[in-house]
């Protein structure tokens, strides 16, 4: 069984960073893909990157490449997402989830565990 616990969500102006972090109980943290998905209201969940269990493979979206940062720290059990540049339409709930099965094509029904979502609100 995995929890994790997302933080860092906020209302922040357009061209604003944010860096959210999700900890993760469990030992074997280190053995899982990692993802960043989001929803917006009156929108499909949708998939926003995903990192490797060693750090070594990140993949994003294409909405969000050259903005956002995927990275994890595998002693402290937590995956972050830095967002730099910051639009209105990244207004969102985000969501870390966990794929204990290896790296996949990031669909949503690949990650076995969710957390609860933190909000972050862009301001134009």
């Known amino acids: 069984q995995v929890q994790l616990v997302e933080s860092g969500g906020a209302l922040v102006q357009a061209g604003g960073s944010l860096r959210l972090s999700c900890a993760a109980s469990g030992r074997s943290f280190s053995m899982y893909t990692m993802g960043w998905f989001r929803q917006a209201p009156g929108k499909e969940r949708e998939f926003v990157a995903a990192?490797?269990?060693?750090?070594?493979?990140?993949f994003y979206a294409y909405s969000v490449e050259g903005r956002f940062t995927i990275s994890r720290d595998n002693a402290k059990n937590t995956v972050y997402l830095q967002m730099n540049s910051l639009k209105p339409e990244d207004t969102a709930v985000y969501y870390c989830?966990?794929?204990?099965?290896?790296w996949g094509s990031g669909a949503a029904s690949e990650y076995d565990y969710w957390g609860q979502g933190t909000q972050v609100t862009v301001s134009s």
């Open positions: 990192i490797s269990w060693s750090g070594g493979r990140t």
């Open positions: 989830a966990a794929d204990t099965s290896g």
